[in-house]
């Protein structure tokens, strides 16, 4: 028997929805260490400017092509990322 298309359609973009949510997730802690510890020894300013600057561009491409994971996922990276770089210049020394 083959599986329903729109039904698994559904599934795959719930998923997708989820995973736009969970991956940025995994930065929150880092920039909460950052912020309560106030100290941002071994992090990477510049690997937080890299990963704002990708997030900016899939943010772009997700709104011009109106798909709503990209759009999540890439506005949340671009938070987390600016509270962790952020956290660097205060904190931290680059």
Known sequence: MMPNPARTERLV????YIAGLVGPLTALPQAVSIW??????GVS????VGFTGVAVIWLAYGIILRQGPIVLSSMLWVIFDLAIMSGVLRYGSI
């Open 13 to 16: 973009r719930r998923l997708a």
């Open 36 to 41: 309560m510890s106030h100290q941002a020894t």
């Open 45 to 48: 300013f510049w690997s937080a």
